[in-house]
């Protein structure tokens, strides 16, 4: 199953054992996780479908779906551990000043004159430098179609979405999107530059994106990340966010063949 997503992007699903013997089991699902690849492949190139990257997420225990991606081609780059805390209760907002030469403030809007398009993909940008958040995925998009597929995660609210300012240069973003469908509020990324890191300022930024929800209907807030992020993992666990589950990110280009 191939389920194309924001951000040129398309999910990979197989069916699990039990239907043929092991062996022929493993060859059938290589050989339909390759053909779908080069059917977008072919897309790509007639110009009928612009897919740059099929990802897959089996958990750990799927360890047939995990070896069958891996001799598709697939490239591992990352095993996440999914995160989430209560909605309530919220802790208040930072008080105490910025750094020097840091300012915060919410997005303007993705689209127009005034837009803060071109400055949410220079933070982005910045803030991917030496990170440890899957860090080989770094390159293999472009980082507007990463914002795109940011974007598209639930309900868009540029309210909750935040740049990071350093001397009047982007330098991270916190972005927040509503999931009314599974009441809950998605951390979808918070990434600083390297200028920026260790000052504290992550742990101020996730206090201020959390004040502000309050008043939402969603149950909780959920996030996802990259077991060797241990600075993050530390973050995520002081806001009072505990893992449910983990999976295994597998990522392959789509080329135009």
Not at 120 to 131: G, P, V, W
């Amino acid at each position: 199953l191939a389920v194309p997503g924001a951000g040129r992007t398309v999910m990979l699903m197989v069916s699990g054992p039990g239907v043929w013997p092991a062996p022929q089991e493993h060859l059938e699902r290589v050989a339909v996780i390759r053909a779908a690849c080069a059917a977008f492949s072919a897309d790509r190139k007639a110009g009928a479908r612009d897919t740059c990257l099929a990802q897959a997420l089996p958990e750990p225990g799927d360890t047939w779906a995990i070896r069958a991606f891996n001799d598709a081609g697939f490239t591992h780059v990352g095993d996440l551990a999914y995160l989430r805390r209560p909605l309530h209760p919220l802790p208040e907002p930072p008080i105490a000043p910025w750094p020097d030469g840091v300012t915060v403030r919410t997005v303007r809007g993705l689209d127009g004159p005034v837009g803060d398009r071109g400055l949410l993909i220079e933070a982005l940008d910045r803030s991917y430098a030496e990170t440890l958040d899957c860090p080989e995925l770094c390159g293999m998009r472009d980082t507007a179609d990463v914002l795109e597929s940011h974007r598209s995660t639930g309900a868009w609210d540029r309210n909750l979405w935040w740049l990071i300012f350093l001397n009047d240069q982007p330098h991270g973003c916190m972005l927040f999107n509503r999931c009314p469908d599974h009441e809950s509020v998605e951390l979808v990324y918070l990434g600083l530059s390297t200028q920026l890191r260790g000052k504290r300022i992550g742990s101020a930024l996730l206090r201020l994106g959390l004040s502000r929800l309050a008043g939402s209907p969603a149950d909780h807030v959920a996030c996802a990340v990259d077991l060797r992020n241990t600075p993050a993992r530390r973050l995520y666990e002081n806001a009072g966010f505990r893992e449910t589950g983990r999976r295994i990110a597998l990522v392959c280009p789509i080329r135009a063949g």
